[in-house]
């Protein structure tokens, strides 16, 4: 048996896939890595089991992807090298803080839909992982745009929303935006359904950092989005990734929508590292 085939193990619906034989922290041939690439925007979400990373080679890796972008929370960055985001439950002491960190991630978004070019792939992984709960759902928004009514459908393609991370916080019950955060991340507006910029699908693009829908009275616009988050989230358009120790996770955020699942802050310990490649401007 060869115990480097590449491999791509793809859920039934698609939607998700692992991917097998390739050493992330290793030399990853351009070949090798094309298939990956590919894969990811095929599946949209994938895992690599048994990786052996720290944080210099997740960023070598995130970065064969494109330039990445630091987050615009200052405290949780890595030390020593900044694109490196780190949260976690755990204090220098390596005890449970009993609180999970940036509650925004309890609920579904994607990730910085807050700024004008917002985040295309993540990479994250979680040197220590929950032994129950805190898994990572995923739901796939361009099956569940595809799936909606076609007079409906062609209506939000109208459809303008605004994001704000200073409004993500408050609904998420998170510490305040601090004047600094909000001026590097003020309000922006993207299209309610997205084109994907490299297949041409077309995503619902919601979540969270959504504010108000751009001319609808605002009760109204948010109704909507929670009406269309809500049908967008049924259980037929999830993927769930229960950690293991050594995943590497790997998700497209210009169709998908994640959250992580609760877990018991004070007991468990979760950690996770993520790199963040930079996208471009959703359309
Ligand atoms: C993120 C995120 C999910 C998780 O890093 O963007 O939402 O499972 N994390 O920690
Ligand atoms: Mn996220």
Do not use: C
């Given at each position: 048996?060869?115990?480097?085939?590449?491999?791509?193990?793809?859920?039934?619906?698609?939607?998700?896939?692992?991917?097998?034989?390739?050493?992330?922290?290793?030399?990853?041939?351009?070949?090798?890595?094309?298939?990956?690439?590919?894969?990811?925007?095929?599946?949209?979400?994938?895992?690599?089991?048994?990786?052996?990373?720290?944080?210099?080679?997740?960023?070598?890796?995130?970065?064969?992807?494109?330039?990445?972008?630091?987050?615009?929370?200052?405290?949780?960055?890595?030390?020593?090298?900044?694109?490196?985001?780190?949260?976690?439950?755990?204090?220098?002491?390596?005890?449970?803080?009993?609180?999970?960190?940036?509650?925004?991630?309890?609920?579904?978004?994607?990730?910085?839909?807050?700024?004008?070019?917002?985040?295309?792939?993540?990479?994250?992984?979680?040197?220590?992982?929950?032994?129950?709960?805190?898994?990572?759902?995923?739901?796939?928004?361009?099956?569940?745009?595809?799936?909606?009514?076609?007079?409906?459908?062609?209506?939000?393609?109208?459809?303008?929303?605004?994001?704000?991370?200073?409004?993500?916080?408050?609904?998420?019950?998170?510490?305040?935006?601090?004047?600094?955060?909000?001026?590097?991340?003020?309000?922006?507006?993207?299209?309610?359904?997205?084109?994907?910029?490299?297949?041409?699908?077309?995503?619902?693009?919601?979540?969270?950092?959504?504010?108000?829908?751009?001319?609808?009275?605002?009760?109204?616009?948010?109704?909507?989005?929670?009406?269309?988050?809500?049908?967008?989230?049924?259980?037929?358009?999830?993927?769930?990734h229960r950690w293991r120790d050594n995943d590497v996770l790997m998700w497209d955020n210009r169709c998908t929508v994640h959250c992580v699942t609760g877990y018991d802050a004070a007991k468990e310990r979760r950690i996770v590292h993520r790199a963040v490649v930079q996208g471009d401007r959703p359309v």
């Open positions: 048996m060869n115990g480097t085939e590449f491999i791509i193990k793809a859920e039934d619906s698609g939607f998700g896939a692992e991917i097998g034989g390739v050493d992330l922290g290793g030399v990853v041939a351009e070949e090798t890595f094309a298939a990956i690439r590919e894969a990811m925007i095929r599946h949209k979400v994938l895992v690599f089991r048994g990786q052996h990373l720290d944080d210099a080679r997740q960023l070598a890796f995130a970065q064969r992807f494109g330039p990445l972008e630091g987050h615009i929370n200052r405290g949780t960055r890595h030390d020593a090298l900044p694109k490196i985001q780190v949260f976690g439950n755990v204090d220098q002491n390596g005890n449970t803080t009993g609180v999970h960190p940036e509650r925004g991630t309890l609920v579904w978004h994607t990730d910085k839909s807050y700024v004008a070019t917002p985040s295309m792939f993540t990479v994250l992984r979680s040197p220590s992982v929950a032994r129950e709960g805190g898994d990572t759902l995923f739901a796939d928004m361009e099956r569940a745009y595809a799936d909606l009514e076609e007079d409906r459908a062609a209506r939000l393609l109208e459809l303008h929303v605004v994001h704000d991370w200073k409004r993500s916080r408050e609904k998420s019950n998170e510490r305040a935006a601090t004047a600094d955060e909000i001026a590097a991340a003020p309000p922006v507006e993207h299209p309610l359904v997205r084109t994907h910029p490299e297949t041409g699908a077309k995503a619902l693009y919601l979540g969270n950092h959504t504010s108000h829908v751009v001319g609808m009275e605002r009760a109204e616009g948010e109704a909507l989005i929670a009406e269309l988050e809500r049908h967008g989230t049924q259980a037929k358009y999830i993927y769930r």
